[in-house]
């Protein structure tokens, strides 16, 4: 009995302590707000345009041509090689802020769209020599000696990759200004709920044409020939390849941010120097798409008998899943404002961990990331 009565009041004492948690928090958001005087010289209505470079993380399952352990052998760099290189992507960000006067929330939608398009192109090729053998003539009496010549073969490698990717990212927040001077005398912060949208899709193409190797066979008429085309006879593989994906996320979900902004020196009435920060999290829920086709065709040069093509059939994938992405991000930037406007530059990263299924012939998510430096800049309406 005592035992029960123990355990009650521990319960009891962790729910008096979690309610007292949460009411200090609540009681805190709700007057921070009054903090300071100048929140109510704020404009109500801020719209903002930025700019930015973005570096896109998440490699795709690769894809080897037939030949590739030969190609490797004779020296030619693989197409695994530049298949995952993809050029920065550029692209446009825009939000729109309201903050009712004296009210402390603020209402906000942002919308972020980039797009990359890079393709690479290798193509190699090197002279590969069989051993020297004699170059005789003959007539109905005798044979002349007439020198020796050394077969050559010109392998090459001819490779190229095209890849595109682009994505949007929509965000609807709700904000509560958690006040000036709550984290400090110069501190701004507004802890933000909403949802977020996000689209995400890559293509790419890669082909390949390989004829790495070659063999001399000197076995048929050592050191006698009649016409220069019987000297040797020339072995040689070749092959082409292509290969055709496209991946596709669509996906929303609840989302949290928080982002501050410290003043560094001066006034907002004056200019100010200040950096910003700030995290954000959601969990997105969609759908998630792949279609990837490849083929490839392999010929044997045999010197004896002529060519042999080796076709493998067309292979084609269509793969759909519903998924459950986890999001995080983050920024910094140092910005310089007034009290109706504002310009900032800095660094920021976006992660969609498992958003997409980069394999070849299965499933295989992949974490695809956003990151690299923006800028924008923020004008006031109203007050």
Known sequence: MSELVTRQNKQGDTRSNLLTTTSAVVIAICIAPSADAFAADRP????????????????????????????????????????????????????????PKGSGWIFTVSANYARSHSTRKVHQQKQIFGLPVRKTLQDANTAFYNGTITPVFTGYADQSTDNR???????????????????GRYTDSTISFGARYAQLNTKSQSEAHDAPDAFFDHSTRPGYVIHPKYYVQIHNHASAALANRYANLRA????????????????????QIAVDWGVNAAVLFGRQQTRVSHQSTVQYLDGYHGIKNIAAAPITHTRARHVTIPNLGGFAALSYRFTNAKLSLGYRGDF????????????????TGY??????????LGG
């Open 44 to 99: 109500t209505v801020w719209l903002e345009l930025g700019y930015h470079f973005d570096t896109m993380t998440g490699s795709a399952g690769s894809y080897l041509p037939p030949l590739d352990a030969l190609t490797r052998a004779g020296g030619f760099p693989s197409l695994t090689e530049i298949e995952n290189i993809l050029g920065r992507s550029r692209g446009a960000e825009g939000s729109i802020s309201f903050e």
């Open 165 to 183: 990717e682009a994505h949007t990212i929509v965000d609807f927040q709700v904000g509560r200004d958690i006040g000036v001077g709550l984290l």
């Open 371 to 380: 990151h690299g430096p923006f800028a924008t800049i923020s004008i006031g």
């Open 252 to 271: 929303i979900g609840p989302s949290i941010s928080m982002s501050n902004t410290t003043a560094i020196n001066g006034d907002p009435a004056d200019g």
């Open 352 to 367: 969609f961990f498992g958003a997409m299924d980069r394999g070849l012939d299965t499933r295989h998510s992949v974490t």
